[in-house]
């Protein structure tokens, strides 16, 4: 058999605020609200559209909050605000082994709700109203996400609806899950069906009064503006005075203060497992009391409502940070990423500047394929007849035309595998280093794409090819060209790409000098004698840009790997804004709406003596 406890109450003032709403028969017209169904299914949507997929240290909560507002606008406030008149809810929940259910049967005097003997108890939460007010709940508006059934279940996704003659009409109580369940899904249900009350009936015993978890709710449920009554359970006879009022300073510390607060003693249940009438007279009498005062029930859910509207603006002000978050990081791994290879970009410019690249196997090619070092010394001389030696180098030894060719295809192609594996490793290490990032990457994102050699050597061939269609199409009027056909062509195209390594305008400098770049003179000298210097500096500046541009698409395909990733995460750009807007438009509706007005008792009073 269990224990349970008798009925000390302390005095009052009875409510649980002073706010209050007028009287079910001073409603407003029915459009006094219009605004305010309107504001709030655009609120729903916004939140709903809402994505924090990015791991950041708000996204978890702001999943949670999203979720909990989701429930409740669909749950609660907009069913409610379209039936104010319904019969007002009292959800009934507390920690395990309280008593709920005990108490919910011995208040409509039947055994409605399964007492649970074993720990944690899964059934389906049980709703008990008069039978004059089962139609409200049958339709479903409220908890819409319940199924309704006639039959106890294990099933938490379910709604046992009972009737109980004994149960004032205008009042329904629904026995909620424990709030400290150890079962996941019990617990979350509890908070989604105590987010859905009008009143809390929060029951908690002498054991348990102080633990951490119910004080977290009744914390949130005054910020929400819910009316609460309190329940205290199972107290022994001779302590029901100092656990009262030690439970009552706790309650005025949380600005609680004005809840009713009903106390139980220690006592046996009957064989029907209900209480003693003596022992519930003082909470019956209250509740009866609330059931018949139609002005007193239009109030407490007025409040409850307008309270929870209330709490809507500050909530979804912080889901909408929380979005913006996960803008500004999704930015941030972008910025990170596209740094990276803005800098492998700046490397290759500087590489074509600097001439780097003249080095080694491109000199040595360029120099077999122009002439000897005695050729370099009487250049100046002998322009004309250099002419003449390039096209016959051309026509008769093709090899070594080929073999510069092949050097600054691999030139090139070993600068851009070099820039693009650093920019990778780069962007990489940039990532991991942020928690979103960290979470978004792959192994392979270390290194540039497998493909990007084959990529490069492509780049790199159609840029020769496109050099030499430029030489043609630039000197197509000058009578070299136009006598030696695609050998001045191909000498030429040589000498503009031996020239793009050296300087932008064939200009060239100390370095260039120094590495052995010198040779860009016999280029440059060639150019000049064939175009004239204006067109020499157009052609370096043509090809140099055109190799830049194909290089940079290049870095970008690669780049965009990570990006497509960002991309995929990212949430719309506007959902913050949406959601700022969606809850100012919340705001004014309630204000205009005229839920309230202050000044009035919400709730019975209690009296002293535990008479009720």
Request: aromatic fraction near 4%; proline fraction near 6%; hydrophobic fraction near 45%.
């Amino acid at each position: 058999m269990t224990t349970h406890g008798d009925s000390a109450t302390r005095s009052g003032t009875p409510a649980v605020a002073a706010r209050t709403g007028p009287a079910a028969r001073d409603d407003p017209p029915a459009d006094h609200a219009d605004g305010l169904p309107t504001a709030l299914t655009g609120l729903r949507a916004a939140i709903g559209a809402a994505r924090f997929p990015l791991v950041l240290p708000s996204a978890e909560p702001a999943r949670q909050a999203a979720a909990c507002l989701s429930h409740q606008l669909d749950d609660y406030l907009l069913p409610r605000l379209a039936r104010l008149d319904a019969p007002l809810l009292v959800v009934v929940g507390g920690s395990t082994g309280a008593g709920k259910s005990t108490l919910v049967n011995s208040l409509v005097q039947a055994r409605v709700s399964a007492a649970g003997v074993l720990r944690p108890t899964t059934r389906s939460p049980v709703l008990v109203c008069n039978p004059a007010d089962a139609a409200w709940f049958r339709q479903g508006d409220l908890l819409p996400g319940l199924t309704r059934t006639n039959e106890p279940s294990e099933n938490p996704g379910t709604l046992h609806l009972v009737t109980a003659p004994a149960l004032p009409a205008g009042l329904a109580f629904l026995d909620a899950p424990d709030i400290d369940s150890v079962v996941d899904a019990n617990r979350a249900l509890a908070g989604q069906l105590l987010a859905a009350a009008d009143l809390w009936l929060f029951v908690t015993t002498a054991a348990r009064y102080a633990d951490a978890v119910p004080w977290e709710l009744l914390r949130g449920a005054r910020a929400r503006g819910t009316v609460i009554a309190m329940v205290l359970d199972r107290v022994p006879p001779e302590a029901i005075n100092e656990i009262a009022a030690h439970l009552s300073e706790m309650l005025a510390a949380q600005a609680l203060g004005t809840a009713p607060l009903f106390v139980l003693p220690e006592t046996w249940v009957d064989g029907q497992g209900l209480l003693p009438e003596r022992v519930t007279a003082p909470l019956s009498a209250w509740f009866a009391r609330l059931a018949a005062d139609a002005e007193a029930r239009s109030a407490v859910v007025r409040q409850t409502l307008d309270g929870a509207l209330a709490a809507l603006h500050p909530a979804v002000l912080e889901l909408a940070e929380a979005a913006d978050e996960q803008v500004a990081a999704a930015d941030a791994l972008d910025e990170r990423v596209r740094a990276a290879y803005r800098a492998a970009e700046r490397t290759v410019d500087q590489g074509l500047r600097d001439g780097r690249l003249l080095r080694g196997e491109v000199l040595a090619r360029w120099q077999e394929f122009v002439g000897t070092g005695e050729f370099f010394r009487t250049l100046e001389a002998r322009i004309g007849r250099l002419r003449d030696r390039m096209v016959a180098a051309v026509t008769g030894r093709t090899a070594p035309a080929a073999e510069l060719r092949t050097a600054i295809e691999s030139q090139l192609v070993t600068l851009l595998r070099g820039v693009a594996a650093e920019a990778a490793e780069t962007a990489y290490t940039g990532w991991k280093a942020h928690p979103a990032g960290a979470e978004l990457l792959e192994p392979e994102l270390a290194h540039a794409s497998e493909d990007l050699p084959g990529r490069a050597e492509r780049l790199v061939r159609d840029w020769q090819r496109a050099v030499l269609e430029l030489v043609q199409s630039e000197g197509g009027d000058r009578r070299l060209v136009a006598r030696t056909a695609a050998y001045a062509v191909n000498a030429t195209g040589l000498a503009v790409m031996i020239g793009v390594f050296a300087s932008t305008a064939f200009i060239p400098t100390g370095l260039e000098v120094a590495t052995g770049a010198g040779t860009a003179v016999a280029g440059q000298a060639v150019l000049q004698a064939i175009f004239g210097d204006q067109a020499v500096r157009n052609l370096a500046i043509k090809a140099r840009r055109d190799l830049l541009d194909r290089i940079s698409g290049l870095l970008a395909e690669d780049a965009a790997r990570f990006l497509a990733r960002t991309e995929a995460a990212r949430p719309a750009a506007e959902t913050g804004a949406t959601l700022h807007r969606a809850a100012g438009a919340v705001e004014k509706a309630r204000h205009r709406s005229g839920l309230t007005r202050p000044g009035e008792p919400v709730l019975p009073t209690v009296n002293p003596g535990g008479t009720g």
